[in-house]
Antibody, heavy 122, light 108 residues
Framework: EVQLVESGGDLVQPGRSLRLSCAASGFSFDEYVMHWVRQAPGKGLEWVSGISWNSSTTAYADSVEGRFTISRDNDKNSLYLQMNSLRAEDTAFYYC???????????????WGQGTLVTVSP | SYELTQPPSVSVSPGQTARISCSGDALPKKYAYWYQQKSGQAPVLVIYDDSERPSGIPERFSGSSSGTKATLTISGAQVEDEADYYCYSTDNSGNHRVFGGGTKLTVL
């Protein structure tokens, strides 16, 4: 059974940093593209960032480009999101998600974690 | 920036067919994906690559795409299908990944 468990969410002040983690199990983590998706409370879904299986390619939403960094450690079956210069508008539940296809597809997230809440407030 | 446009809400009676649209300029060349999100839960992929259904998703869920519009169809909608539905796709460059604003489906 695929399991994705996020951690690291917290209450932080604007301008500070936070690192999220996602522990993966139940599948060959090193064969899949992985993503972060966020959802502000009561709002819609927003794609944040994605990373290829071997970390050679990363992608970011314009809203986080230059402030957030996605990374992974295939030996530890873990995905990370380093968030710097946090803003109030970054307040959201952050989900890690696995793509459905090990063949290199970047889209179609068939497994999601339960999310971790990041609150950015003075 | 690229946008996908969905109606805010759709309402049907149980057993009726629900159709949720998603409009985007790149949809003629890019796949659409559909997610179901029930209150307090993580999203679930219900359609990928325009019209493919993941294992475990009921057959009443189907997807189609024509021109700049993708459509999620729920044939014989059930009360348990009440949820928010989001489409997802990329722009023509493939660099910008976006979700639509979401459609609240009411079945009653």
């Amino acid at each position: 059974e695929v399991q994705l468990v996020e951690s690291g969410g917290d209450l932080v002040q604007p301008g500070r940093s936070l690192r999220l983690s996602c522990a993966a199990s139940g599948f060959s983590f090193d064969e899949y593209v992985m993503h972060w998706v966020r959802q502000a409370p009561g709002k819609g879904l927003e794609w944040v960032s994605g990373i290829s299986w071997n970390s050679s390619t990363t992608a970011y939403a314009d809203s986080v480009e230059g402030r957030f960094t996605i990374s992974r450690d295939n030996d530890k079956n873990s995905l990370y999101l380093q968030m710097n210069s946090l803003r109030a508008e970054d307040t959201a539940f952050y989900y890690c998600a696995k793509v459905w296809d090990r063949g290199g597809s970047w889209d179609g997230f068939d497994s999601w974690g339960q999310g971790t809440l990041v609150t950015v407030s003075p | 920036s690229y946008e996908l446009t969905q109606p805010p809400s759709v309402s049907v009676s149980p057993g009726q067919t629900a159709r949720i649209s998603c409009s985007g300029d790149a949809l003629p060349k890019k796949y659409a994906y559909w997610y179901q999100q029930k209150s307090g839960q993580a999203p679930v992929l219900v359609i990928y690559d325009d019209s493919e259904r993941p294992s475990g998703i009921p057959e009443r869920f189907s997807g189609s795409s024509s021109g700049t519009k993708a459509t999620l169809t729920i044939s014989g909608a059930q009360v348990e299908d009440e949820a928010d539905y989001y489409c997802y796709s990329t722009d023509n460059s493939g660099n910008h990944r976006v979700f639509g604003g979401g459609t609240k489906l009411t079945v009653l």
